[in-house]
């Protein structure tokens, strides 16, 4: 009797670590901005600026330098391009700087706020997963997405004083530096949007 015991106990621990890295097979983390470099994101962007949707397109393009740093580490050339329209009356000292200066935009906060980067890092990307951001608001996994020839998982962020306001929503490829899709939701519905047009690597 105790040596089928000790057999059972045998088989079942194995089986547990078997489920245990199955399960590890089929989740992910994702850690934002972690850029592999010789890549090109092209993006369509949507602001709504006083209820009048307004278009831009931003492309991010990350190129490795022949030439190396004094130190012998590598170089990248990275070049941004924005690319919009304005009337008359907006050109003026912001244009000069940017798109982002003439509309009013926060890229970053646009893409993902950075305060949300770390929990992200440490949750498993799998669908059904469910964690609170301390008391930031409620992250939920609820499906899969593809954009731009590109799978995703949809991770939806809600109030966490009422789960059924939502407040930002992202599909996430972890094998990406950036989002395939970011959306920011206000009281009278999308803020601002950004989505994946391409994305190539070089």
Do not use: H
Not at 44 to 65: F, G, H, Q, R, S
Not at 100 to 123: D, E, K, R
């Amino acid at each position: 009797m105790k040596v089928m015991t000790k057999k059972f106990l045998f088989i079942l621990l194995i089986g547990l670590f078997l489920l245990g890295v199955g399960q590890l097979g089929w989740t992910e983390k994702w850690q934002p901005y972690q850029f592999k470099g010789n890549e090109r994101f092209e993006y369509k962007i949507i602001w709504n600026e006083n209820e009048e949707p307004v278009e831009i397109t931003y492309i991010l393009d990350i190129k490795i330098d022949p030439e190396k740093s004094q130190e012998g580490a590598e170089v990248y050339e990275v070049s941004y391009t924005t690319k919009g329209t304005l009337t008359k009356d907006k050109l003026g000292q912001e244009t000069a700087f940017g798109l982002w200066g003439a509309y009013g935009i926060s890229l970053n906060m646009l893409v993902i706020n950075p305060a949300y980067g770390f929990f992200f890092s440490q949750m498993d990307l799998k669908v059904g997963e469910k964690m609170s951001f301390f008391g930031a608001g409620i992250i939920k996994v609820t499906a899969m997405e593809e954009i731009a020839g590109r799978s995703g998982f949809v991770c939806q962020l809600f109030n966490p004083e009422d789960e059924d306001k939502m407040l930002a929503e992202w599909v996430i490829d972890p094998e990406l530096a950036l989002p395939l899709s970011s959306k920011t939701f206000g009281d009278d519905g999308i803020e601002g949007e950004i989505e994946l047009i391409e994305y190539v690597q070089y």
